[in-house]
């Protein structure tokens, strides 16, 4: 059941995502983390890679390593467009690498787990 929701729950994330990534949010409570939001963007891109692998396995039937390069070039490249549309169509957010450097770790952070995962081999004594 949870693999036919997948591409459902991804597409929302994604969505959710971007709505949040393009409209002006007030009262944000401060964490009193300096980089707190770039903490935000890694585990952001972190579970927005993990939900497109698992669509792309699922949903699309991909091999297992091909499920997760897409799923990193995917991601990385939503990130990208998001921070430039940040740049050029709000007025209330701005366009900021760091951001960007954040997004691509989390995505490569989840697709290592992802490699390591599909490379681990339990044999039976």
Do not use: C
């Not at 036919?4 to 991804?10: C, V």
């Not at 393009?22 to 401060?30: C, F, V």
């Not at 450097?101 to 290592?112: D, E, P």
């Amino acid at each position: 059941m949870l693999k036919k929701l997948t591409p459902i729950i991804t597409v929302l994330y994604s969505l959710i995502l971007a709505i949040i990534s393009l409209i002006k949010i007030d009262n944000i409570p401060d964490v009193g983390i300096s980089f707190g939001d770039k903490i935000f963007h890694f585990f952001a891109y972190l579970v927005l890679t993990f939900l497109w692998f698992y669509t792309f396995l699922y949903a699309f039937k991909f091999k297992h390593k091909r499920a997760i390069v897409f799923a990193v070039i995917l991601s990385v490249l939503f990130g990208m467009i998001i921070e430039v549309l940040q740049g050029s169509v709000t007025v209330s957010r701005s366009l900021d690498v760091y951001d960007a450097v954040a997004n691509t770790l989390g995505a490569l952070l989840a697709a290592i787990v992802l490699w390591f995962k599909s490379n681990l081999h339990v044999k039976n004594v």
